[in-house]
Antibody, heavy 117, light 107 residues
Framework: EVQLVESGGGLVQPGGSLRLSCAAS????????MHWVRQAPGKGLVWVSR????????SYADSVKGRFTISRDNAKNTLYLQMNSLRAEDTAVYYC??????????WGQGTLVTVSS | DIQMTQSPSSLSASVGDRVTITCRASQGIRNDLGWYQQKPGKAPKRLIY???SLQSGVPSRFSGSGSGTEFTLTISSLQPEDFATYYCLQHNSYTWTFGQGTKVEIK
């Protein structure tokens, strides 16, 4: 069974940093691209970032480019999102998701990031 | 960047109704589009990929169609468990964009 479990969310002050993790199991993690998607409270889904299977290629939404970094450790079956220079508008539930056929298929349950003073 | 315009933003329907949701892309995206269902407090669930391919385990009352710039999700006979918010998602040139979502409510 495919499982994705996010962690690392919490309360952080504006300008601060946070690193999210996503532990994967139930599939060959190193064979799949992965995504981060976020959802602000009461709002729609927003794609954040994607990484290819070996970590050599990444892409980002314009709203996070230069502030967020996606990475992965295939030996640990773990995906990461390093978030720097956080803003109030980054407050959201962050989901990791596996890519299949160029689109996310399985999703984690999400982790809440709150940026507030 | 490609923009996705999803309509309507909400709709009210009864059990058994046929429901259609549309997404329009700001430029052609071939068939690089999927549809997702999200219930409150839950992660999204993929229903359709490649515009018209049904995800394994998803009931056949869900169907997708379209290519290029106009895409449709159809629920042929709405069931109580289908009341949720639906999103389209496009992929092009290594960026992905969601539509704004359509909330399907009980009439």
């Amino acid at each position: 069974e495919v499982q994705l479990v996010e962690s690392g969310g919490g309360l952080v002050q504006p300008g601060g940093s946070l690193r999210l993790s996503c532990a994967a199991s139930g599939f060959t993690f190193s064979s799949y691209w992965m995504h981060w998607v976020r959802q602000a409270p009461g709002k729609g889904l927003v794609w954040v970032s994607r990484i290819n299977s070996d970590g050599s290629s990444t892409s980002y939404a314009d709203s996070v480019k230069g502030r967020f970094t996606i990475s992965r450790d295939n030996a640990k079956n773990t995906l990461y999102l390093q978030m720097n220079s956080l803003r109030a508008e980054d407050t959201a539930v962050y989901y990791c998701a596996r890519d299949k056929q160029w689109l996310p298929d399985y999703w984690g349950q999400g982790t809440l990031v709150t940026v507030s003073s | 960047d490609i923009q996705m315009t999803q309509s309507p933003s909400s709709l009210s329907a009864s059990v058994g109704d046929r429901v259609t949701i549309t997404c329009r892309a700001s430029q052609g995206i071939r068939n690089d589009l999927g549809w997702y269902q999200q219930k409150p407090g839950k992660a999204p669930k993929r229903l359709i990929y490649a515009a018209s391919s049904l995800q394994s385990g998803v009931p056949s009352r869900f169907s997708g169609s379209g290519s290029g710039t106009e895409f449709t999700l159809t629920i042929s006979s709405l069931q109580p468990e289908d009341f949720a918010t639906y999103y389209c998602l496009q992929h092009n040139s290594y960026t992905w964009t969601f539509g704004q979502g359509t909330k399907v409510e009980i009439k």
